[in-house]
């Protein structure tokens, strides 16, 4: 088993500091260190039958067993267990479509931090009620997330809450980092990790965790097809940002990419491709009729990429996040018809 505090010898020392050392392995080390008492270490488990369709061994990361049900109650709590007494005493504040939401709200309420959070108008019900229920104060604004965070950074502005940003904040990307870390340690075979963007917090926190522990780990970045804003920047295809985002996967259906993730995954991401929301329905589908897990729209873009690139992706151990599991049971029958489109 790798040592995960060691820099990799054939990193090469430019390298080390990745990101003028505001994001390193050595930081999502350190915040490991930090989370272990306190995020669950959630299974990594494997399907043969995933095997076998995509000819190499996937392990799936079940970070919808996570405290409140996702991978972001990691990036919030280190963010949060960063501030001071007074930053904790005059509350927090975030925009969030969902998963970030709850992950700030529970750490706020163990902090004693009062946390508002604002959210689109289109999230699922699900979602609200379970950060209403850990304590926080929920504002519904617009139908994207682009909307929800303008309106929270003017409020920002006038209360002097700590703002704490869902992925464009090095403490987050290195909370969300720790899920790669936590692998790598159950199995030290990964050569691939295949991740979804919304922001890029989660991608950029895994990259600087892989390849802190070895260069030559693979990440590839996955988003819909109907919200491509880092795509379109990475594979630098020309055109304005989308008026609007139209995916099933709320999670990452993010219209502007983020300004500290963004160059960090230029450099460390070696590729990102596109999938459809009716590629991400049937792997939505593909969980629950056969591994009997609820997988979120983010979470199972990955997986979709992996089912629509597997002669692409040269992979013998392949590592994918179950990012959430957080879905609105109303929404299966949509998640069916588009599913069922696909298979036409």
């Known amino acids: 088993m790798k040592q995960l505090h060691k820099i990799n010898d054939r990193v090469e020392p430019e390298e080390r500091g990745i990101i003028g050392d505001l994001l390193t392995g050595e930081k999502v080390y350190q915040a490991l260190e930090r989370l272990t008492p306190i995020v669950h270490r959630t299974p990594l488990i494997t399907s043969e039958t995933t095997n076998r369709i995509v000819g190499k061994k996937v392990y799936f990361k079940m970070e919808n067993q996570q405290k409140t049900g996702a991978f972001k109650f990691r990036g919030a709590t280190f963010k949060l267990m960063q501030l001071t007494d007074d930053q904790l005493k005059r509350g927090v504040i975030t925009a969030s479509a969902g998963n970030h939401a709850q992950g700030v709200a529970y750490a706020s309420t163990k902090l004693d931090a ?9 999230t699922p019900y699900a979602k609200v009620e379970a950060t209403k229920n850990y304590g926080a104060e929920v504002v519904l604004v617009g139908d994207s997330f682009q909307e929800a965070f303008e309106a929270s950074m003017e409020k920002q502005a006038q209360t002097g809450a700590t703002y704490v940003h869902p992925f464009d904040d090095y403490d987050v990307m ?6 790669a870390m936590e692998m790598l ?3 030290d075979r990964i050569d691939t990790f295949i991740v979804p963007i919304g922001g890029g917090g989660l991608i950029s926190g895994i990259a600087a965790a ?11 970045g996955v988003q819909a097809s109907g919200a491509p804003a880092m795509y379109n920047l990475y594979h630098n295809i020309k055109g304005d940002l989308p008026l609007h985002v139209d995916t099933i996967a709320e999670g990452i259906a993010v219209k502007k990419p983020g300004t500290l993730t963004t160059p960090f995954i230029k450099k460390y991401v070696d590729d990102i491709v596109t999938v459809t929301d009716e590629e991400i329905a049937t792997a939505i589908l593909y969980m629950l009729e056969r ?4 997988m979120e ?10 089912f629509s690139n597997s002669d692409k992706i040269k992979s013998r151990h392949c590592g994918i996040v179950v990012s959430g599991g957080n879905i609105d049971i109303s929404s299966i029958p949509k998640i069916q018809r588009l599913a069922t489109n696909n298979k036409s």
Do not use: C, D, S, W
């Open 291 to 294: 591994n009997k897990t609820l």
């Open 174 to 179: 290195a909370g969300q980092g720790t899920v």
């Open 297 to 306: 729209g983010a979470g199972a873009a990955a997986l979709a990429a992996l």
């Open 185 to 187: 340690r159950q199995e």
């Open 210 to 220: 892989a390849k802190h522990v070895n260069r030559n780990i693979r990440v590839i």
């Open 114 to 122: 009062q946390a508002t959070i604002f959210m689109p108008e289109t």
